[in-house]
């Protein structure tokens, strides 16, 4: 060891007490400041004596895990999907109990192993009384976010890392754990820190929904394309009409600073209808977003409500049971009617070939239909008495695919029901499994899901008892299979054992009955009023080419009708990105010049809208942070560019190369 090494550790110390003192170092944040001078003052820790942390035995670390039981189940795919964004394999993520306790911890092995050198390991305890200012532990403390950087640390053991932490709440406003991100980096990215945000955030609202199954849902947002997404907000309300939990964003937009501000309100006092009116108007709507004004205010959100759920929510499964007389089931095209000869072609062909126990591939754009034709392909199946059952791939967590597919019997683990529960595959027997997204399922799961459809057998949990099962097979996705299988992000073998037959649905702007569609979807918004429309918004609506396929069309009309005055709807009611494209079609070199001034940057290579590439799943990635964050500052440029520490050219170009459209009118503040 030489000097300079046994000297800079007194020389962080002597720092640290200079800062307590009150002597100096003003670019300690206020934030370190005061854990600084709580490890000496209240904790009496000496920064030249370095502790580790404690690391608790298999017994009593099994044991905070099951108080956080549910937390930890609702946070671990959470907690795998942001270690995959950050894209840094010195960096590990970890969820800490409110006891300061590592249960769960997501990194690369290598990583893993030299940061067990350190007591960052599951169990170790990193309470701010213990080890001194850190991510975890002063997030605890404080029950805000917080970010540590290197020189920040109490003790100098630690100042080779950088961690951020976020808290934790449950929906009754408890802390009940912190989120961190410990890496190598000297400094966090900016868009690192948000995700973190958003990952925490999608936790609460996973276990709000696990939490409150006997409750009715409510999703709101003021602008309908953020519904069932994570900026909504959402209310859990019983069967009384009484608010009973919500989460965060609920409480923003509706202007209350806690849930036991909320709680036990009625729902008309927050907005002009009641329970029983909002569950009707949601299933009329197909679940899509209907407006509705605020109690005594003039504000509008649109408004989704939901029966309370019957099965694990939490799984990203929702079964499909006959519905309501008028009501649709469909969730992406629910006024779709097979008018068009190429599906109903399809849909001929796929019922003979469905009937014979081959399995179906459904290919298409997002909102084409997809759900829709599996479900009419069940109805029109041999097992349609039997359940219509629906999974959403990408979401099912891998520590719970055995569970969630085989099911378990009573006292197979602990949380388990006390009956013990069907899983997902016998739900679908003598019925029709619906595998949906199956392109976005990791590499890991599919394994285990070719044994699954293989076997066509159930072990469940816990039991020496194999069920044999019996069920048809519908899978769909957006992506290219055949191209994910040369890149090696898909199984081969999995791909052939789904692609019995393949059938490609066409978009909207390649359906024949595109206007009788136009109108059916038109007269299902408008409800019981007549509406007409005007030739030249007709036109409009007729050649936009319709990217996000039906559910865009509704998305837009269902917006024109509440615009409309009148009894017509004209080409004023329609969005301004609709009517600009209009304008700009004649002249392609114009709206070339006005994508070029949207950039910012005239040297920068522009495409017309149609001739845009799709965006990888990291371009994806990066969109959803940036609408967070443009939500967040309610969409204005210069407070964005700010929080990206980047200039606004350079985040208008961002927003161009991500099709992020400035056409919302809080814009124009910025």
Known sequence: MTFSTMLEPKRHAQRVYDVVDGRGCGDTTDLVTSSWARCVRDYRLDPEKP????VLGDHRLEEHRARAADVIECAKLEMTTLYQQLGDRECAVVLVDTDGVILHMVAAPDFA????????????VWTEAAVGTNGMGTCLVVREPVAVRQQDHFYGTYTSLTCSAVPIFDPEGALVAVLDVTSRSQLMQQHSLVLLGMTAQMIENRLLDRRFQDACPVHFHSRPEFVYTL???KLVVGDDGGIRAANRSALFQLGFC???DIYGKQLDELFQTTL????NRSARSSFHPVPIFCAGRSNRFFVVAQQPATLNVASGERAVKSAPAGARVADDGGAQQFGDDRIASQLQLASRVIAKRIPVLLHGETGAGKEVFARA???GSPYASGAFVALNCASLPETLIESELFGYRAGAFTGAQRNGRRGKILQSDRGTLFLDEIGDMPLALQARLLRVLDERQVSPLGSEEIVAVDFQLVSASHRDLPKLVAEGAFREDLYYRLSGLEVSLPPLRERQNKRELLYRVLADEAGDEQIDIDPDAEALLMSYPWPGNLRQLRHVLRTAVVLADGGRLRLADLPPALRQRAAERPEPAASAARLTVLSGDSSAGVHPDDELPALNPLQASER???????????????????ALDVSRNTLYRRLHRLRIPLSHSDSATA
């Open 231 to 233: 900026h909504e907000g």
């Open 377 to 379: 392909l069940h109805d």
């Open 258 to 260: 806690s849930v036991q």
């Open 51 to 54: 502790a580790r942390p404690d």
């Open 113 to 124: 192993r030299e940061m067990s050198q350190l007591g960052f390991c599951p169990g170790a």
């Open 624 to 642: 959803a942070v940036l609408l967070g964050l443009l939500e967040e500052q309610r969409w204005n440029i210069s407070n964005v560019a700010k």
């Open 276 to 279: 029983p009116e909002i569950l």
